[in-house]
């Protein structure tokens, strides 16, 4: 199936199973935690905020497959042949949410109204440092080890996604004004954001950013 099929016709519904199994099962995000007022299916207190207002928060944990050692799988719902694609497609969206909170502040409450993307965290636990995770962490090896995915047929597959991912932008910011956040503004800053375009996935990013065009009329 053709990225932008699975992007707007099943990725959608993978996301809410996935979502739905961190409600059940419980997260190891500690971002989570304080906003959702639960860990790991438990209740606790914050002074974060509440669930009402919290958005989608999980951890890069949260994609490994490993039962015997506390981390459930959340992806049972996704059949194996897809589970490279809702990684893709997981990718994408955080990369761009980070994209537009790094570099396009002012514009980003609007951004993240119109698109409401998940937020991804490294905490396992009380374990980690509290930071968001880079995108690409997606596809790090735990993830892939623990789901059978190959890495170089991943790394294939998003070079798909990655055609699709500069295409998909292009439209959204040249069809939405969202103050600074134009395509040409917003093609820059990937480009000249090394978490952007480092690493193998990254390369393959900043190669399509590289090709595309680099303003289109508003």
């Given at each position: ?10 990725w ?6 996935f ?25 606790v ?20 497959s ?22 893709c ?14 570099h ?42 623990s ?7 991943t ?17 959204f910011?040249?069809?939405n004004?969202l ?40």
């Amino acid at each position: 199936m053709e990225p932008a099929r699975n992007f707007r016709e099943v990725w959608p519904g993978h996301l809410n199973g996935f979502v739905d199994s961190l409600d059940r099962l419980g997260s190891c995000s500690r971002m989570r935690a304080h906003h959702r007022q639960s860990f790991w299916g438990a209740p606790v207190v914050s002074a974060v905020g509440s669930a009402l207002d919290a958005g989608i928060y999980f951890s890069v944990g949260d994609l490994i497959s490993a039962p015997g050692e506390g981390l459930p799988d959340h992806l049972t719902h996704v059949p194996r042949e897809q589970q490279s694609d809702f990684l893709c497609a997981l990718c994408y969206v955080i990369l761009i949410d980070q994209v537009m909170y790094s570099h396009f502040r002012p514009d980003y409450a609007a951004f993240q109204a119109m698109t409401r993307y998940p937020k991804m965290d490294r905490s396992i636990g009380w374990a980690r440092t509290m930071m968001m995770a880079n995108p690409y962490e997606a596809f790090g090896p735990n993830v892939l080890a623990s789901r059978s995915i190959n890495h170089v047929t991943t790394l294939e597959r998003f070079e798909l996604w990655a055609s699709f991912v500069v295409r998909d932008l292009a439209e959204f910011f040249s069809t939405n004004q969202l103050g600074a956040a134009t395509w040409g503004n917003v093609r820059e800053a990937m480009l000249h954001d090394f978490d952007c375009i480092a690493g193998e996935f990254g390369g393959v990013i900043g190669y399509q950013l590289l090709r595309a065009v680099p303003f289109v009329e508003e």
